[in-house]
């Protein structure tokens, strides 16, 4: 139950940062800049483009704040080989997944935590077609995940291990902004 509660809360994040940086460029404000002060020294404290990735491959007895901490342009240098080390021990028969990677350049995209978002096509974290677009409200990332992991070439193998078996939010999204559904 808590980790559905974290996934919602990181949704929220997402939502409130996407509805507050516009990717639109009609935002009829006629041009108008506000002045930002980016002056001051900070320290980025975590980061979850992809639920469970560093749960999951974050090595045990390594910190998990250390990976929340590391920047993106240096996630893949560091993490990459604990990371397959990790995806061969969870899966020794890996291969490729259905995105046709092998154990090197999965645990590439894996090891470096951003979110992609597309400005002109579908937004969706895997739909059978689109990639890592973005992600969407009613994406299922677990189960795209665990599919990745372990489904093998076609996404078909260790049929088990592909689902987690929440096959939507427990209330429905709303149809108007911020899209989230009803507090409990």
Excluded: H
Excluded at 113 to 138: I, P, Q, Y
Excluded at 150 to 160: D, I, K, L, Q, S
Aim: some cysteine.
């Amino acid at each position: 139950m808590s980790t559905i509660k974290n996934i919602k809360l990181m949704t929220l994040a997402l939502v409130s940062a996407v509805g507050a940086v516009s990717c639109d460029k009609n935002d009829n404000n006629d041009n108008a800049t506000a002045a930002v002060d980016f002056s001051g020294t900070y320290t980025q404290q975590d980061q979850m483009g992809r639920p469970a990735i560093n749960t999951v491959f974050v090595a045990s007895g390594q910190p998990k704040d250390d990976f929340n901490g590391t920047i993106p342009s240096e996630m893949g240098a560091k993490y990459r080989s604990v990371f397959k080390t990790r995806l061969l021990a969870l899966n020794s028969g890996y291969t490729t997944n259905a995105l046709t990677l092998n154990a090197d350049a999965f645990t590439g995209v894996l090891a470096t935590d951003v979110l992609g978002v597309s400005t002109t096509g579908k937004t969706t974290f895997f739909d059978g077609t689109n990639v890592l677009t973005g992600r969407a409200l009613g994406d299922d990332v677990i189960d795209t995940e665990l599919l990745l992991i372990f489904g093998g070439p076609n996404g078909t193998a260790n049929a088990g291990l592909t689902k987690d078996n929440v096959n939507k939010n427990d209330k429905d999204f709303t149809a108007a902004f911020p899209y989230l559904a009803t507090a409990w």
